[in-house]
């Protein structure tokens, strides 16, 4: 008896110097950035069991970590500020993509796929969804050309954090669990995450049930030797593995829209190094690029910060300007 509690009392010595010992060398609990949306009414976005994340039809007010505030509205078919087609369009561009395209935190008439539709008189639709990646864009694709509804151009809007999220990093299922459980949805319902992984030289698409999609350890937001210990656990994928998964996905989106006669293009949003690495591959594969980017994480003229860091009305404006240039540039 006296043997087991001796032991006890030397594991929790143990711990508390290796705590102490930690804290001491700079390390800390998990701290979570806390990211407050809200919304009137609420559940904006609600699960979807083929791409994690879907717009609920319907008008709201977003308030973005109480100090940035926008209206949105989705239609039946979850498009922001959009109305379904019926058939063919003449000729009509589809935006796919994430928040950006989405337009998260301005008004329905800031983002720039209406100001391009705006400019251009080319009927658009944007299908861009907050926290989709290139996987989601993909199966949105190849749904709207088995609905008879494809685009006579689709030009999916690329930045490099959208790597992570088509092979479902640790990382990235981290901030989906914070993200998703704290603000965005109803978690009674379910939401099935799609991702890339390579097997056997192969890449295999896969789903992960939102309820499985992250654990965090218990005490970890009290405790930096068992946050330490998570992070140890959350070795993640390499850079090159996460690229290597989305170039494969823009591989079959331009072979899909060749199949179909759609002209299929890569559009920059973001300036960073990644983007001039995969420009080149792309190029080798002969898929068309379109450099729109811009500096939107340094730059506070065209970010949303103190609040968030998506491009703020400027930025959509340059990014609609840029499109248009670029487009009336290659039609000559």
Known sequence: ?????????????????????????GYAPYKY????????????IIPHQQTGFALQPGKFDISINEGLHF?????????????SIKGQEASSIYFYGCSFTYGWGVNDDETFPFLFRKESGIHVVNKGVPGFGTIQSYMQLKRDIENKKAP???????????????????????NIYYGYWNNKTNTKSNGNFPYLELIDQTWLQKKENIHSIYEPFPLREYSSLINLVQNI????????????????????????CKENNINFKVA????????????????EKSIETIDISLDILNDNTLNNQPYDSHPNKNAHQLYAKKMIEYLAGSAQ
């Open 1 to 25: 008896m006296k043997t087991a509690r001796d032991t006890v009392i030397i594991i929790i010595i143990t711990i508390v110097l290796l705590e102490l010992i930690l804290r001491i060398l």
């Open 33 to 44: 950035d806390h990211y407050t949306v809200s919304s009137a009414p609420a559940s904006f």
């Open 71 to 83: 209206k949105t509205s989705h239609s039946k078919d979850s498009l922001r500020n959009q109305h």
């Open 152 to 174: 006579s151009t689709a030009i999916l809007c690329y930045a490099s954090f959208h790597d992570e999220r088509n092979t479902l990093s640790k990382s990235w299922r981290e």
């Open 233 to 256: 656990f959350k070795k993640d994928h390499s850079k090159e593995y996460n690229q290597a998964a989305t170039i494969h996905l823009l591989e079959q989106m331009n072979r899909t």
């Open 268 to 283: 920059y949003l973001v300036t960073d190094i990644s983007n001039t690495n995969m420009q080149r591959k792309l190029e």
